[in-house]
């Protein structure tokens, strides 16, 4: 197994953080890191915020349900779906581009290309001996944000990543079954391989949660998600995303 493997395989989310800042050469690398991912068509749909203003820290954190880890840590960097910068272009070479920017595509393209740059980003931190913890929290109110870290129309902060000096390590969660994420040729939708995949899942979650917290949480993976997706959250978002005139038409 080589390194990059190991450093993806490694991956686990950390919240505990020195009051360190990243040196400017350790920011530089992440980003680049980031720019090197994959890009539709390289149209380039993202860009990255990094937060290093404390009080700005501090109101992030605050917004994302008062996180400690978003305000303490090494640097945090937000990534944004942006097609502000395509606008302009249209507007500078006078081409119409705005109904080809307004297409719920362009928007799908504008989130996988964020994405995928946040990926590289977080195993390229995680690969320098740093810990990243993905705060999607930013989402609790997004005007707020935009108005915090002053983003432009088409612009949309999506989710932040936390890096830092861990001070503390915690277990690795273990994931879904290879089978059960793993189709060959075509979806299997037998149902009850697939309820099978999960109760057997269920019990490797709630025996991870039993021996982390000394039996005091033994809950499962189906119930964690059925009861957090019974509450309706966010919900605000479809309104937000057509008001910063990205229309998903």
Request: with cysteine; charged share 25%; proline share 3%.
């Amino acid at each position: 197994m080589n390194e990059v493997i190991s450093t993806i395989l490694n991956h686990r989310s950390l919240r505990h953080f020195e009051d360190q800042p990243l040196t400017d050469e350790q920011i530089k690398t992440i980003v680049s890191c980031a720019q090197a991912a994959p890009t539709s068509s390289f149209v380039q749909a993202y860009s990255i915020i990094g937060v290093k203003d404390q009080e700005r820290k501090r109101k992030l954190a605050e917004i994302a349900g008062n996180q400690e880890y978003v305000a303490i840590n090494g640097h945090f960097f937000v990534f944004c779906a942006d097609l502000y910068r395509h606008q302009l272009i249209g507007e500078h070479h006078q081409k119409e581009v705005l109904p080809s920017i307004q297409s719920t595509e362009k928007f799908m393209v504008a989130l996988i290309d964020a994405a995928l740059a946040a990926q590289n980003a977080a195993i390229a931190a995680e690969s320098m001996g740093l810990g990243i913890c993905y705060i999607g929290g930013i989402r609790n109110n997004l005007e707020e944000v935009k108005q915090l870290l002053k983003t432009p129309e088409r612009v949309i902060p999506l989710f932040g990543i936390a890096v830092g000096y861990p001070t503390k390590l915690t277990g690795q969660k273990p994931r879904l079954p290879f089978e059960h994420i793993y189709h060959e040729d075509e979806y299997e939708q037998d149902q009850e391989v697939y309820l099978e995949q999960l109760k057997e899942y269920d019990e490797l979650i709630s025996n991870y949660y039993r021996d982390r917290t000394g039996g005091k949480r033994t809950d499962s993976w189906t119930e964690q998600m059925a009861a957090m997706l019974e509450k309706q959250s966010r919900m605000y978002m479809k309104d937000f995303v057509q008001k910063n005139k990205m229309d998903l038409r």
